[in-house]
């Protein structure tokens, strides 16, 4: 199955940043919306950090509101997550998700540390 592909992940300091990118699996204007989720480690659950839909609507949890920004580039397929002010509780594995008419595909993840 075609999945999207995270990046830009690592190691980083508190108060840090890092860029992660998502390429779409597609043409990212058949995507309904594209979610960034978290799973920190030895956690069952993933956590929903940022979404951004077709249309350019945001939104953000609000353990990351005005540190991360979600943005996207229609020319290259790709999702951005800027994350700011790193701290160590975003230590986790970040996954991409792409929602196309109901159905989710999942990318492999790429692991951010948040050194203290």
């Known amino acids: 199955q075609v999945q999207p592909v995270e990046s830009g992940g690592g190691l980083v300091q508190a108060g840090g940043s890092l860029r992660l990118s998502c390429a779409a699996s597609g043409s990212i204007f058949s995507i309904n919306f594209m979610d960034w989720y978290c799973q920190a480690h030895g956690s069952q659950r993933r956590e929903l950090v940022a979404r951004i839909t077709a249309n350019g609507s945001t939104m953000y949890s609000d353990s990351v509101k005005g540190r991360f920004t979600i943005s996207r580039d229609n020319a290259k397929n790709t999702v951005y997550l800027q994350m700011n002010n790193l701290k160590p509780e975003d230590t986790a594995v970040y996954y991409c998700?792409?929602?196309?008419?109901?159905?989710?595909?999942w990318g492999q993840g790429t692991l951010v540390t948040v050194s203290s």
């Open positions: 998700r792409e929602v196309i008419d109901g159905r989710q595909v």
